[in-house]
Structures are given as C-alpha cells and as structure tokens.
C-alpha cells in the first residue's frame, strides 16, 4: 500500500534562483530558466551537497558545525504567502532573489505549511522532498532593508509562517519556469502523542 498519496494540489515554478555563495551581504541570489538537479542538490549553490554543517535549526540535536545529512538543499517558497509578505510590509513586490529563495511556486495554499515529508514531483519528474518550515532570518531582513530602506526591520515577524519550507532532492531531474508540480502528501493522521499522557 502506498505510503504516500498524490492529491489534487498542483503548483505552477514561476521563479527558479541561485546563490552561489554567502560571504557577502546583501544576499545576491540571481534568476534561472532551469535548474538541473542531482542528489546533492543543485551545483554551485550555496545550500548544495550530500552534507552540511549543522546550525541554529538543529542546535538542539547537534553542537554548531557538526556535519549532519543536507536536507535543506533548497528554500521553497510561495507566490502568494511572498505577496502577503510584501503587503504587510508595504513595499510593491518581495523580490525572491532578496530572500536566496531556490524555487517559487504558485497555486498551493498555506505553502508553508504542507506537511513534513510531503513531496512535490515536477511533470518532468525531478522529485523533492519537504523537510520542515523554513524560519525567518537576519540575512534576507538585511537585503530588504537596503534594497527598500525602512520595510527590512519586520521582515522576521511579518515573514513567520509565510517562508516557505526548505527540501531536498530525492528524485534526480530538471526544474523549469512554468513547469507543474504535485503536491503528494504522507497517508497518516496529525500526530497526537503531545496531548497523550505519558505512561507512570
């Protein structure tokens, strides 16, 4: 029995990005048609490879800097939750390249919040997985900040819930603008076991 369930959900890649490094500020992600990808992620990418250093996303399980699987090869996010972002902070448009975002995609509601290990198949069959919600931080505030002074400072509690989720590739392949994605989900219930009472 499958353990995971293709749904009616698709979405639409209206923006594909690279960051090919992070030793300067601002970020300074730049557009792309396509985006070949491998296991490790797509080559020359800031987030690329097998395995990464550890950081504040998992500084309770592991000491800052231990290598650890890569499953944030990719940030994820959402046309619309990008355009209620934006809104907020009243500026015309969040640019996805001011956030290092990989992938921008259109026509799944609550994005950020679709279930860890959730997958989204391309039409042309690259296949990632989603790992968790991805948190806000200081590296795209600081970019919006210089490119639209004054809206950059709430960007963190604006953004909360709205940055998308962070991914990795499980099924080699190419990611194109304008290609469809699946939305496929996990086939279990939400679990319960933080309201269950702990056996004496």
């Known amino acids: 029995m499958p353990a995971l369930i293709p749904t009616d959900h698709y979405a639409t890649i209206t923006w594909l990005g690279h960051v090919p490094h992070r030793d300067r500020?601002?970020?300074?992600g730049s557009a792309q048609d396509?985006?070949?990808?491998?296991?490790?992620?797509?080559?020359?990418?800031?987030?690329?490879g097998l395995t990464r250093p550890s950081c504040s996303r998992v500084v309770s399980q592991y000491p800052r800097g231990t290598e650890i699987r890569n499953v944030r090869?990719?940030?994820?996010?959402?046309?619309?939750?990008?355009?209620?972002?934006?809104?907020?902070?009243?500026?015309?448009?969040i640019d996805p390249a001011w956030l290092g975002a990989s992938v921008v995609v259109e026509g799944?509601?609550?994005?950020?919040?679709?279930?860890p290990s959730a997958?989204?198949?391309s039409e042309h069959g690259a296949t990632l997985v989603v790992d968790m919600q991805n948190?806000?931080?200081q590296f795209p505030a600081m970019t919006i900040e210089e490119a639209a002074p004054g809206h950059g400072k709430r960007f963190k509690a604006v953004a909360e819930g709205r940055r998308g989720v962070t991914a990795w590739v499980e099924r080699e392949g190419e990611l194109k603008l304008g290609a469809r994605?699946?939305?496929?989900?996990?086939?279990?219930?939400?679990?319960?076991?933080?309201?269950?009472?702990?056996?004496?």
């Open 25 to 28: 500020k601002p970020i300074d």
């Open 34 to 48: 396509t985006m070949p990808l491998t296991f490790a992620g797509y080559e020359g990418e800031f987030h690329a």
């Open 73 to 93: 090869q990719l940030s994820i996010v959402s046309a619309e939750e990008l355009a209620q972002i934006a809104a907020e902070l009243g500026v015309e448009a």
């Open 108 to 115: 799944i509601a609550d994005f950020s919040h679709v279930p």
């Open 119 to 121: 997958r989204l198949q």
């Open 135 to 137: 948190q806000p931080c």
């Open 181 to 200: 994605i699946r939305l496929h989900v996990p086939g279990q219930r939400a679990w319960q076991g933080a309201d269950a009472a702990v056996p004496a």
